[in-house]
């Protein structure tokens, strides 16, 4: 990936830390999401997302990588967590800020998805990008923020690990 100056547009030397991306969960309906098949390396089902730009918060990144992705708008953001293993994306070390959404308008594909499609939690299509299954998953049981179904606790500790 080539990164410019955003002032004088020359190239920048790539720096060794971490880029920073936001990717979000966009439950259309109760225990389905809403999933863009990637245009580009890597090829695969993903969370709509990517790249923070610069001097841009993480949530108006969120919310304009959804746009441009999924053609959806979004009017409140939840942040569930932080993923950081520095092997989650085979390009390069990312930190990613996963939010969960519920979007308003007709979805379609654009930017850097050729497809989305709306799948159950429990039914998700393959290959599945980065780490975005872990997140999915973390996401179905409730690890973090609001899960779309009951948590099953068998323990009695109302899921406390």
Not at 108 to 137: K, N, S, V, W, Y
Request: a negative charge; hydrophobic letters at 30%.
């Amino acid at each position: 990936m080539r990164i410019q100056c955003p002032h004088c547009g020359l190239p920048l030397q790539r720096l060794p830390h971490p880029l920073c991306t936001v990717d979000a969960i966009l439950e259309v309906e109760p225990g389905k999401v809403l999933l863009v098949r990637r245009r580009y390396e890597p090829l695969g089902w993903a969370l709509p997302g990517g790249f923070v730009e610069w001097e841009e918060s993480l949530e108006k990144a969120c919310r304009r990588e959804i746009r441009e992705e999924t053609g959806l708008h979004i009017d409140e953001l939840e942040q569930m967590h932080t993923y950081s293993d520095p092997g989650r994306d085979p390009r390069g070390h990312t930190v990613t800020t996963v939010f969960i959404a519920r979007p308003t308008g007709r979805p379609r594909a654009g930017d850097d998805a050729a497809e989305i499609g709306l799948f159950e939690l429990d039914r998700l299509p393959e290959p599945i990008c980065f780490d975005h299954l872990q997140i999915l998953e973390d996401f179905r049981v409730g690890r973090w923020g609001k899960s779309p179904r009951p948590r099953e606790d068998s323990r009695g500790d109302g899921g406390v690990r």
